[in-house]
């Protein structure tokens, strides 16, 4: 996967390593930014309060 | 050939399922304090911002009862809290709800408990670990420490009862206004904390109860308690 990633892209060896560098930076924003806040409240370390208003809950 | 394109491809995807749990991680213990942080500090000047523009009705000559709150508006911060017990600086924004945004900007005040001073049961919940982790130190709680909030027109000074207590989730009795497991019997101006435990997970709930201890304007200054 990565040896055609690096295959397919233009330039020399410095533009690929730079082009390669910039991907991952903009992976990483997006992982950042979107995907881990979304993926986050999903695991269990955010559950913190006593479950209200759940179907079979009092109250 | 095809072999050695299997082999490589699935050491890639080794290798990119490795750094992608790493980079959860770091996200998890850093990135989450970073943003809680610096949306905490948001709300509390936003707050302070308010309170200065609005400066409080000047107080009755002295009040014996603290003025009852405006209404709370879902996901707006009202108040400040400060927990000597949990460090000197320690202080942080009290959202209405308990809503994953709310906690993730502070402290959640459970929306449908009673109002700060009033009688019945002021219920928090804070995140234990992760978003700035403000609960860490929630098992170190004693008995008559105090935990002070400040809104826009008043100090109050609660006092802890209990030690805290290991419950499940689904005990949603602890947040009643006058929880059976507390050392309360009769309604008065009570006070519940609640977090996670253990640290990392959410089988169980830890929980502190305290009552209204003392208000008082915000012109006197801040109260004694704080200076402990």
């Known amino acids: 996967m990565y040896g055609w990633i690096w295959r397919h892209l233009p330039g020399n060896a410095w533009l690929r390593a730079f082009i390669s560098l910039a991907m991952v930076l903009v992976i990483v924003y997006v992982l950042f930014q979107y995907v881990f806040p979304w993926a ?18 009092v109250r | 050939m095809s072999v050695r394109i299997l082999v490589r491809s699935f050491s890639e995807l080794c290798l990119t399922v490795g750094t992608l ?18 949306a905490a500090s948001d709300q509390i000047s936003g707050l302070q911002q308010q309170w200065a523009q609005s400066p409080a009705p000047r107080p009755p000559a002295a009040p014996r ?26 202080h942080k924004p009290v959202l209405e709800g308990t809503a994953v945004k709310d906690l993730q900007k502070g402290l959640g005040h459970y929306d449908g408990t009673t109002r700060l001073g009033q009688p019945g049961n002021f219920s928090v919940a804070g995140h234990r670990r992760t978003y700035g982790d403000p609960f860490k130190d929630f098992p170190e709680l004693r008995p008559g420490d105090a935990v002070v909030l400040r809104d826009d027109t008043t100090w109050y000074t609660y006092r802890l009862d209990t030690r805290p207590f290991r419950t499940v989730p689904s005990d949603v009795g602890v947040i009643d206004p006058v929880p059976a497991e507390s050392p309360f019997r009769s309604p008065g101006r009570y006070l519940t904390l609640t977090t996670c435990d ?10 502190v109860w305290g009552h209204l201890d003392s208000t008082q304007p915000v012109a006197q200054g801040r109260p004694t308690a704080l200076d402990g």
């Open chain 2, 21 to 38: 749990i790493v980079l959860f991680v770091v996200y998890l213990l850093y990135w989450t304090g970073v943003k809680a942080d610096s």
């Open chain 2, 65 to 90: 009862q603290p003025p009852v709150p405006a209404a709370y508006t879902e996901g707006r911060s009202f108040a400040v809290m400060y927990v000597p017990r949990l460090g000197k600086d320690w």
């Open chain 2, 198 to 207: 253990p640290e990392w997970g959410s089988s169980h709930r830890l929980i």
């Open chain 1, 40 to 57: 986050e409240p999903l695991l269990p370390f955010n559950d913190v309060t006593v479950d209200q208003g759940m179907g079979t809950a």
